[in-house]
């Protein structure tokens, strides 16, 4: 199952673009996750260089204009998993699809999450706030 870390941090970073003095707690409630999640993402933003803070200053603040700031930066930033498509362990080597299976999807799950992360490469935080304010 793919996780949300990705949407979640691209609504963080949207949210934070426009008022870089909300609280966790408020980001939470726009999210509708809990702050501690909220936190998490927003650290793993701030050790990738995307966002920074100050202690006991509310708020957070991009390092770089949302323009800047590519989708795929942000993927980088919160994703946990290796890869996107894991394929199963274990399948059966006396089977005629099981003993081929994992190489078989390897390649093609490769050159889709390749494409993917292409994807991301060309599109911006700021494409994405344009977005919300059509």
Request: glycine share 2%.
């Amino acid at each position: 199952m793919i996780n949300t870390r990705l949407s979640v941090a691209i609504h963080i970073l949207s949210l934070i673009s426009t008022d870089s003095t909300l609280s966790s707690e408020k980001i939470a409630s726009s999210v509708n996750k809990n702050p501690v999640v909220i936190r998490r993402i927003s650290s793993d933003l701030k050790k990738a260089g995307i966002l920074t803070s100050k202690v006991g200053a509310p708020g957070s603040t991009l390092t770089q204009d949302p323009s800047d700031i590519t989708l795929f930066d942000i993927y980088k930033a919160v994703h946990l998993e290796k890869e996107l498509f894991p394929v199963h362990d274990n399948p059966n080597p006396d089977c005629h699809v099981g003993k081929k299976i994992q190489n078989t999807l390897n390649v093609t799950f490769d050159s889709v999450q390749l494409a993917m992360e292409n994807e991301l490469k060309n599109k911006t935080l700021q494409d994405v706030m344009n977005h919300l304010n059509k």
